[in-house]
Structures are given as C-alpha cells and as structure tokens.
C-alpha cells in the first residue's frame, strides 16, 4: 500500500510540474494540467497518505492533527491555485491561505506533539521551516502572477491610447446627431473621471498616455474608490457614467439602424445595468475591482466609443 502511495505522489507531482511549466511558458494544457494535479493531491494522494500514516503510526488521541493537516494543505494549495488560474476570489483566498498554517495548523501540531515524550525537536523546526517556506513561496507567487498581468493589461492600455489618438485625427462626424451628442457626452464623463484619479494618485494624464507602466502604485485596491466617492450628508459614487451609458443604449434602440448595435453594447463594453440598480454596475467597476483595471477599463471603453462614433 504504501508503495502505491508513493506511485501515486511522483504520478501526481510530475503533473503539477509540467503543468507549471507548461502555465509559465503559456502554452496550452498548463491550466487543465495544474487543476488536475492539484486536486488530485489534495482530494487523493493526501487523504490516503494521512490515512494509511494514521493506521500505522498515528493514534486516536492524533486523529484532530491529521484533520488539520489535510484541511491546512487544502487552503494553501486551493489559494495557490485560484491565484494561478487568475479565478475571482484568488486575492481572498490567497490571503486566507497565507496566516493559516501558523493560526490554525501550528496550534493544533505544538499542542497534539508536546504530548509525546518521544517527540523530537528536531521535527518541529523541520515544520516551521516548511510553513515557512509555503507562505514565502506563496506570496511571491502571487506578486508574479499579479504584476505579470498588471503589465499586461498595462500594455494593452499603452495600445488604446495609441488607437485613440489615430481616432481623434478622424473628422468628427455631425455632432448634432443625438447618438454623436451622447457619445461625446459619455467621453467627456470619461475625461473626468481620468482626471480625478490621476489627481488623487499625484500624475498627469499625458505620463500615463506615454507609458501607462509608469503609474506608481499600480496594486492599490482603492485607485477609483477615492477618486469617484462622493460625501455628503448620503455619500455615493459618481454614477454618471452608468446612466449615461444606459442612455446611450436607449438612443440606439430608436434607430432602426442601430439598432444591432445596441444589442452588442453589454459585449461591447461589459455594461449591464439591472433595472433600478443606480449604483451596481459603478461599484462592479470602480470600487469592487482592485488595482488599476478600473482605470485601464476607462481607457479601452472611451476607444470603443470613439470607433462607433467613426463608424456612424
């Protein structure tokens, strides 16, 4: 049996490894690769590794320690996995799966151990030295994945201030027709808002136009929420943006001809507004998402308003 477990491990663990390999080098199969190892080891390989260690080593009066082993190895390794596959919630569960092991499983494995006379010291340090190791390896997993994908969403706005400028060139079209006019309307919102959030974090407009990569503190989770919270007696957020965007489907929808368009708005811009829901769509953008997306979203949504203007 334990032979078979051991099998099973090195199976296991070189599919995590090559689907590391495989994510790190973004080839196709890294993803479904790292699931399937990762679950395998964590719904698997651990349940019958603590169980036949139990059976042959363990006790009754240690069965909570091995409940907490396979409960900590969950958390972390479920954390660690969530923030590779860049699945929401993967921030929370990263934060939950970093102090776990030493305010749960450490309790639990000083207090099971110092009850054997026979227990070695030498164990506990090789634990600590284990935990670690998981929660440096762990945050430095997640600064990676986070700051490769703020650069490349970073690049990616770098790419529609590029396309925007080509856009501005382009005559304006009759600014009197009411689809134009709303459209206009919703750039200048747009501008606005670029505006605030750029005062609050200390840069101008054209620094971020010339290298978006230059914005200074680009994982603050609050980069909109400040600059788009309005106080007051009932404090809210701007919301002019969620109407106006709701108006400018309802203009569309007039027109015969535009009226394909209107349908492909909520794809075009990610906007669904629910029915007498002022606030959710504002807070989905701007307060809930973290780090400089928002801004990056304000970026690709005002191109996008300008290439239908172009096209109309």
């Known amino acids: 049996m334990k032979q078979k477990i051991y099998t099973l491990g090195l199976i296991i663990t070189s599919i995590i490894f090559l689907g590391a390999l495989l994510k790190i080098n973004h080839w196709p199969g890294g993803g479904q690769l790292l699931i399937l190892g990762i679950v395998m080891l964590v719904i698997v390989f651990l349940p019958l590794a603590l169980r036949n260690h139990f059976r042959t080593e363990g006790g009754r009066k240690n069965l909570l320690l091995y409940i907490v082993t396979w409960l900590t190895c969950f958390v972390v390794f479920g954390g660690m996995l969530f923030k590779l596959m860049h699945w929401p919630g993967a921030g929370i569960a990263l934060l939950i799966a970093l102090p776990f092991p030493y305010v749960v499983f450490l309790p639990v494995f000083l207090i099971m151990t110092s009850k054997d006379k026979n227990f070695s010291i030498h164990n506990t340090v090789a634990v600590l030295f284990l935990l670690a190791g998981t929660s440096i390896s762990s945050a430095l997993l997640g ?37 134009i006019y709303k459209i206009d309307e919703l750039v200048a919102i747009i501008d606005d808002y670029q ?7 200390g840069m101008s407009e054209e620094e971020w136009n010339n290298d978006p990569r230059i914005f200074p503190f680009p994982e603050k989770t609050s980069i909109a929420n400040k ?16 109407a106006g965007l709701g108006d400018l489907v309802s ?6 001809a535009n009226e394909e368009i209107s349908a492909k708005i909520p794809l075009i811009f990610d906007f ?24 990056i979203y304000l970026d690709a949504l005002e191109t996008n308003l300008k290439l239908i203007r172009a096209g109309i």
């Open 143 to 179: 600064l990676n994945v986070s700051k490769e994908r703020l650069d490349d969403s970073m690049r990616l706005s770098g790419n529609y201030n590029r396309i925007e400028a080509v856009l501005d060139e382009i005559p304006a079209a009759d600014s009197q027709a009411p689809v």
């Open 195 to 201: 505006r605030k959030i750029f005062l609050v974090e």
């Open 227 to 242: 600059a788009l919270f309005i106080g007051g007696k009932n404090p809210t957020y701007d919301t002019r943006l969620q």
């Open 251 to 256: 203009e569309l929808q007039k027109s015969a």
């Open 272 to 295: 669904y507004e629910t029915p007498g829901d002022s606030l959710g769509w504002t807070q989905g953008k701007f307060v809930v998402t973290p780090r400089v997306w928002s801004l």
